[in-house]
């Protein structure tokens, strides 16, 4: 089976930035600029190197989802895991690299690409970029392991990754033989999954302004729900806040439903009464949708009837 790689130049205060932090389940490898990025399939390796005359790759991650967002949202959804300490520090560095000032008014449009179980390898075991790189490129260069080159790569990773880790398997069994690898989203990942799949607009009102809308999980994560796109709903956050708390449900065959307890808690709830039995729109197919048997887990343990 033949695996994409694509080695990508970033800056080199993002990489420190993040080396030095633990337990990282995903980052935000992003773009200054609003360009899409078609590279590479879901579960393919994107790797990072340094500036010139740093020519080593010095780390990656399993490739989970591209997509563009104004910066403040990447920030609200994967924080300090986009390679800075603060919200004003990350879009200084935007500002910097599209050579514009930076004003209140800035809420820069930014590519975004989502890598789950990010690696950072120690200065000693920085692997030497390919023969076939160029001094001249100054975003990615992509490589198969149908190719000698692209091969040679992935054997080296693999060396590399069993010394850093030695005692774990992710990602791709550390690395075994070239193989896609199912990523396992995190938070962020999964947000801006749900975001795309839904087109942006909420589940039950149609709403697309984006930062009114949120990723809602149907099963909470912390009751054995996963980050998966099939275990989402992008919703208005008013309803995001009901739905989590039992107000508000959808049904198994994809209506909305509300409980009669909003009338008789707060004596109010009319704007959300006159959407009941509502369609509610998923994504459409080859896209994952709500699973039926987490719909009905969210109908039978959280639905207030």
């Not at 879901?42 to 563009?68: C, D, M, R, W, Y």
């Not at 895991?81 to 004003?88: I, L, M, V, W, Y």
């Not at 990602?171 to 999964?190: D, N, S, T, V």
Request: aromatic share 12%; net charge neutral.
């Amino acid at each position: 089976m033949s695996v994409n790689l694509v080695i990508a130049v970033t800056d080199n205060n993002w990489f420190e930035y993040l080396s030095h932090r633990t337990g990282l389940a995903e980052v935000n490898f992003w773009t200054p600029s609003n360009t899409r990025f078609k590279a590479l399939k879901q579960g393919e390796l994107f790797l990072f190197k340094l500036h010139s005359p740093l020519n080593f790759i010095v780390g990656g991650g399993i490739f989970a989802h591209e997509t563009l967002m104004p910066c403040s949202m990447a920030w609200d959804f994967f924080g300090e895991a986009n390679g800075a300490a603060s919200f004003h520090e990350m879009r200084s560095m935007i500002a910097r690299y599209r050579r514009e000032p930076l004003d209140k008014q800035n809420d820069f449009q930014i590519g975004c690409r989502v890598l789950t179980q990010p690696f950072f390898l120690p200065e000693n075991q920085w692997i030497q970029v390919p023969q076939s790189w160029s001094p001249n490129i100054v975003k990615f260069k992509k490589y198969s392991t149908e190719d000698s080159e692209g091969l040679e790569l992935w054997k080296k990773l693999s060396r590399e990754l069993a010394m850093v880790h030695p005692d774990e398997k992710a990602p791709a069994e550390r690395l075994g033989k070239p193989q896609i690898i199912r990523p396992r989203l995190g938070q962020g990942a999964f947000r801006s999954e749900v975001v795309d799949a839904y087109g942006r607009r909420c589940a039950v009102t149609r709403e697309r302004t984006l930062p009114a809308l949120d990723a809602a999980h149907i099963r909470p994560y912390s009751e054995g729900g996963k980050h998966e796109v099939s275990n989402g709903l992008l919703l208005r956050r008013d309803i995001h806040s009901l739905f989590d708390l039992g107000y508000v449900t959808v049904t198994p065959d994809l209506r909305f439903e509300v409980s009669r307890k909003i009338r008789e808690q707060f004596e109010n709830g009319r704007n959300y009464y006159s959407l009941h039995g509502s369609k509610v729109y998923v994504p459409e197919k080859p896209l994952p949708t709500p699973e039926t048997e987490i719909l009905e887990w969210h109908n039978e343990n959280r639905f207030l009837d």
